[in-house]
């Protein structure tokens, strides 16, 4: 089994997730610099140019490998793929559709492609494309959302494919990463404990927010419409469930939502913005540097499965 920073070129095997509006090419570089592999979320991005640019400020802040994520439902997703292949960005990972059609250009230019995944099925149908790997993601995570949990969905992957599997969803410390490692997971992509991170550039609202969640302080919105959201609890979230249940439309829905994450990462607005996050908010207790979440996650996992493989759970007798 392939590790994933012996397959990206990273320090330490974990991904940091394409959190849109949140994850800039500033925010990339501080977490490639810290060992993970940063990545640039152009589902925030407007323009090819405004990508552009925030690859550049990405390189011009670290020279250690980095990523972008491509949402495919994006307007601009073709024109981003371009983008990606002309910078010959080190890593794409893509989300919300079939990436096929751009990964010959992608290998031309010696990119690594890593779709995201909410099912073995889909899983198995890529890899006839040619992908590097798969980010297997359970509905623990945060924004949008498959059904499938990450301990079901990790090792059904795992199983249908023959790459390396990357898992996410609901792995905010070292023993969800060992648990991850354990199922056969290569590594790990993390994004809601990235949002408590002093050098994280959502509001301080939106971090204190974080804070203070519970474990079931989150909720998913948008089942009815075929698009899921997980969000945290709050004004809106909980009037969007309620006009759900009543059979709003799409456009009814889309009126209460719209500018909605902006709102929350950018104005710092928690009642009725969109305050994305996945159900492990409720284990982040304070801020703390990119650098120290990532490392102590990764010693709290070797150090949970060297004790597992030292006997921890007890000798078996007969």
């Known amino acids: 089994m392939n590790r994933l920073n012996e397959l990206l070129g990273t320090r330490l095997p974990i991904i940091q997730g394409g959190m849109a509006n949140i994850a800039t090419g500033e925010f990339a570089a501080v977490c490639s610099?810290?060992?993970?592999?940063?990545?640039?979320?152009?589902?925030?991005?407007?323009?090819?140019?405004?990508?552009?640019?925030?690859?550049?400020?990405?390189?011009?802040?670290?020279?250690?490998?980095?990523?972008?994520?491509?949402?495919?439902?994006?307007?601009?997703?073709?024109?981003?793929?371009?983008?990606?292949?002309?910078?010959?960005?080190?890593?794409?990972?893509?989300?919300?559709?079939?990436?096929?059609?751009?990964?010959?250009?992608?290998?031309?230019?010696?990119?690594?492609?890593?779709?995201?995944?909410?099912?073995?099925?889909?899983a198995q149908r890529l890899t006839r494309y040619g992908v590097d790997a798969i980010i297997a993601e359970g509905t623990e995570s945060g924004g949008h959302v498959g059904e499938m949990t990450t301990m079901a969905l990790v090792p059904q992957v795992i199983d249908a494919v023959d790459v390396p599997v990357i898992a996410a969803g609901g792995i905010a410390d070292g023993r969800q990463l060992a648990a991850a490692l354990a199922l056969g997971a290569c590594g790990a992509q993390?994004?809601?404990?990235?949002?408590?991170?002093?050098?994280?550039?959502?509001?301080?609202?939106?971090?204190?927010?974080?804070?203070?969640?519970?474990?079931?302080?989150?909720?998913?919105?948008?089942?009815?419409?075929?698009?899921?959201?997980?969000?945290?609890?709050?004004?809106?979230?909980?009037?969007?469930?309620?006009?759900?249940?009543?059979?709003?439309?799409?456009?009814?829905?889309?009126?209460?939502?719209?500018?909605?994450?902006?709102?929350?990462?950018?104005?710092?607005?928690?009642e009725t913005g969109s305050v994305m996050a996945g159900q492990v908010a409720g284990m982040l207790h304070e801020i703390r540097p990119v650098r120290e979440i990532l490392d102590t996650m990764l010693r709290d996992a070797m150090d949970v499965l060297g004790r597992t493989q030292r006997g921890w759970c007890g000798e078996v007798t007969r």
Request: aromatic residues 4%.
């Open 190 to 270: 993390v994004g809601t404990c990235l949002l408590a991170s002093a050098e994280c550039p959502v509001h301080e609202h939106y971090k204190q927010a974080l804070l203070r969640a519970k474990d079931s302080d989150t909720i998913v919105t948008g089942r009815s419409v075929g698009g899921p959201v997980r969000v945290l609890k709050n004004r809106m979230s909980r009037e969007y469930v309620q006009m759900e249940q009543q059979g709003a439309t799409l456009e009814e829905l889309e009126g209460l939502t719209l500018g909605g994450l902006r709102r929350a990462v950018i104005d710092g607005d928690v």
């Open 33 to 122: 610099n810290a060992g993970a592999l940063g990545v640039i979320a152009a589902g925030g991005v407007r323009t090819a140019q405004e990508l552009r640019e925030q690859i550049a400020r990405c390189r011009a802040m670290t020279d250690k490998p980095f990523g972008v994520n491509i949402m495919l439902m994006h307007p601009c997703a073709e024109e981003f793929a371009q983008v990606v292949a002309q910078e010959r960005v080190p890593v794409v990972t893509t989300g919300a559709g079939n990436p096929g059609k751009y990964i010959p250009a992608w290998k031309d230019a010696g990119i690594r492609v890593i779709p995201v995944v909410a099912a073995a099925v889909l």
